[in-house]
């Protein structure tokens, strides 16, 4: 076992992310983090499988969906992939506004959806420490207390929502490219181009260059969080309940899925 592999292994117990007998998929994007992410769970042994969303995105979804069928490839592990336009009829370019809004709903609701049905326990992504940093100085700039209790790297599941976790939650971004690289991890280093205007990525930016002057800032914030966290625990005011178009577990009666792609307006979608 290499250092990195040490240290994610080392994280994964800490935080008491995953079991050996759980039955684990992994959302795979085509970028290294995702990818990085499944080939260490594949190789400290546990249960995973891969799955993936073809967006749409001209020329991006093409090359991600390459590369993720060469991970499976090469990791032999089952790979699910759905597309988006079979079940809204659209693509993420077909929007007009709100793409990335748009597209973080998707995702998050399709690979939740993808891995009730199919009877998963847990869901990993590819979030890593820089990740979560930003995310957290967006939602403090923006005050948004129903979210700031959530940054954590394990979220129990609930009603129709599996268990979720982020394996590289402490873990910098460099790391991973290096061990990316190491080992011949295929990826794409393409960039969606709906995503240079997110103010996450400023964020990234000026938090990188304060790391330059100010060693462990970032790290020094994620575990500052970690200790506060339980002051922006609040008890949510709301019921869950399911969502009348598709029946997954929604806040309000038709869940934010079948509201942004106005899934109401078909309702062939119903299961
Ligand atoms: P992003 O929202 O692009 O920052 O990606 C965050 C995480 O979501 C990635 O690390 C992946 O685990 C997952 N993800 C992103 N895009 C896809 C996709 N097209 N299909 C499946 N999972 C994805
Ligand atoms: Fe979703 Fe860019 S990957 S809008
Ligand atoms: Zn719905």
Redesign the pocket.
Known sequence: MDNFEKLVKKSIDKFKMLNKDEKILV???G?K??HAAAYVLNKLGYNIEL???N?GIKNFSDI?LEKVKELSNILEVPLHIVNLKDITGKTIEDLKRKHCSIC?IT?RYL?NKFGYENNFDVIV???NLD?EVSFLLNNLLNWSVRYLAKHFPVLPAHDKFLKKVKIFYEIEEDLILKYAVKNNIPFTTAKCKFAKDAITLKHRAYLNELEKERKNIKKQFLYGYLKYRHLFDIEEDFQFRECEICGMTSAGKICSFCRVWKLYKKSKYKN
């Open positions: 959302s795979v994007s970028g983090d995702s799955f993936h969303i967006l991600s973080g995702k690979m992504t590819g979030h990740d």
